[in-house]
């Protein structure tokens, strides 16, 4: 049995003090006083005075390979990045080349507090090897395309690996057709049947530029929601992501299914100088998660500062400082996108996945300690990160991936 010991314990059911959180296997054993540790046989321990413990962020929309691509295509909307850059640049990848950034992307949101990420790229055979190399949580979808010339992203290779995929208890395979203006409603239809026959999750980018929703109101003489609801999609295993321009209807229309809207908010401000109407669905009863996007459009891996860029923009968006509030972005990152998932994460409670982030609290921006939810949402940076532990194995510890040397070389090459 292990025991991370900590002056404070956060998850969205409040703060406790002075706790130690046992661990076995890879579950959440018990959540007791620090004090009570000695009458339990623990092999192992971590943490102590100055530290805070909270759970693993939940990255819910990753490209964690493109990293790659950081700093190129800056300071442009989002249909001419991707026309222009981004798709010109990805046709020339190979295996290898993402194996090797996926882990850097990988290993970039690990040392800043993912424990899950749930990634939609090309390579995603690549991409799962890199996952299981550094331990981390990962459900990963190859990307489908049939409306846009991509060899890289035929169909036929999205539903290869999702059936190929070697049965992995970190690793899981998602179906990720790209966006509803590059995906045919055949193509679709068939990522239905098979999400409803094999309990899998759909992971899709949906209203991201003013020239999507365009497209698709031409193509299927409706927007993009009322087209998924027309297909049957907005189901529990949909994860939808983006979602800038979504009518007052579609908002209407989403908080009422069971999908989740995946909030990226620093991405898409960069890109289309917009923020999603997360609140509006937020209050109608909507499903919320948060994520990082990628290093291109981000341009960091890092979810401790994409809470604060939720809280911050979503104010200004309302024109309110009251919405949304710390408690609610933290549920996003964490609650929010274990729910989409379907994985018991998200909370310092017993039976649930050891996923944890220690963090050394004992920083002049931490000072006076008083209110550690407004510190780890509007204070807090990435590097405050110490150690990283997935299923209950420390994985990542003070700049150190402990099940590879991999990062190590590639930082000194």
Same mark, same amino acid.
């Given at each position: 049995m292990k025991a991370i010991m900590a002056d404070y314990a956060l998850d969205v059911g409040g703060v406790k003090r002075d706790i130690a959180v046992l661990i076995e296997k890879d579950k959440i054993a018990g959540v007791i006083p620090r004090e009570s540790l000695k009458n339990f046989d623990v092999d192992e321990t971590f943490g102590?005075?100055?530290?805070?413990?909270?759970?693993?962020?939940?990255?819910?929309?990753?490209?964690?390979?493109?990293n790659k691509f950081r700093g190129f295509g800056d300071d442009m909307p989002l249909d001419r990045w991707l026309n222009e850059v981004i798709w010109p640049m990805e046709k020339?990848?190979? @295996?290898?080349?993402?194996?090797?950034?996926?882990?850097?992307? !990988?290993?970039?949101?690990?040392?800043?507090?993912?424990?899950?990420?749930?990634?939609?790229?090309?390579?995603?055979?690549?991409?799962?090897?890199?996952?299981?190399?550094?331990?981390?949580?990962?459900? !990963?979808?190859?990307?489908?395309? @049939?409306?846009?010339?991509?060899?890289?992203?035929?169909?036929?290779?999205g539903f290869r690996f999702f059936k190929r995929w070697k049965k992995s208890p970190l690793v899981k395979p998602t179906l990720a057709p790209h966006a509803t203006d590059t995906v045919s409603r055949d193509l679709l239809m068939e990522v239905k049947e098979i999400a409803e026959r094999e309990n899998a999750l759909v992971?899709?980018? !949906?209203s991201q530029s003013k020239e999507e929703v365009l497209r698709v109101k031409k193509r299927e003489k409706m927007p993009p929601v009322k087209y998924l609801d027309d297909l049957g999609m907005l189901k529990e295993y949909f994860i939808g992501v983006h979602g800038v321009y979504l009518s007052k209807d579609e908002v209407k229309t989403y908080a009422g299914s069971?999908?989740?809207?995946?909030?990226?908010?620093?991405?898409?401000?960069?890109?289309?100088?917009?923020?999603?109407?997360?609140?509006?669905?937020?209050?109608?009863?909507?499903? !919320?998660?948060?994520?990082?996007?990628?290093?291109?459009?981000?341009?960091?891996?890092?979810?401790?500062?994409?809470?604060?860029?939720?809280?911050?923009?979503?104010?200004?968006?309302?024109?309110?400082p009251t919405k949304p509030t710390a408690k609610e972005v933290f549920h996003w990152a964490t609650v929010g996108g274990a729910e989409a998932l379907g994985i018991k994460a998200g909370l310092i409670k017993e039976g649930y996945l050891a996923d944890l982030v220690l963090i050394n609290a004992k920083k002049l921006h931490f000072m006076p300690r008083e209110n550690m939810l407004s510190h780890i949402v509007y204070s807090a940076r990435g590097s405050d990160v110490e150690k990283v532990f997935v299923g209950g194995e420390l994985i990542y510890d003070s700049g150190r991936f402990l099940k590879t040397n991999e990062i190590e070389k590639l930082l000194n090459d």
């Open positions: 102590g005075k100055g530290y805070l413990l909270i759970p693993g962020l939940i990255n819910a929309h990753t490209h964690v390979a493109m020339e990848w190979g @295996d290898e080349e993402i194996y090797k950034w996926a882990l850097i992307g !990988i290993a970039e949101a690990v040392s800043n507090g993912s424990t899950v990420i749930n990634d939609h790229y090309f390579f995603a055979w690549k991409i799962a090897e890199a996952a299981e190399k550094l331990g981390v949580r990962a459900f !990963i979808g190859q990307t489908m395309m @049939d409306l846009v010339e991509m060899p890289i992203a035929e169909p036929k290779m992971h899709m980018h !949906i069971d999908a989740t809207l995946v909030h990226c908010p620093a991405s898409l401000a960069k890109l289309e100088g917009e923020v999603a109407p997360i609140i509006d669905l937020w209050e109608l009863g909507g499903k !919320i998660a948060l994520g990082n996007d990628c290093a291109v459009s981000n341009n960091s891996l890092d979810m401790i500062l994409e809470m604060k860029f939720a809280a911050i923009l979503n104010k200004v968006k309302q024109r309110n």
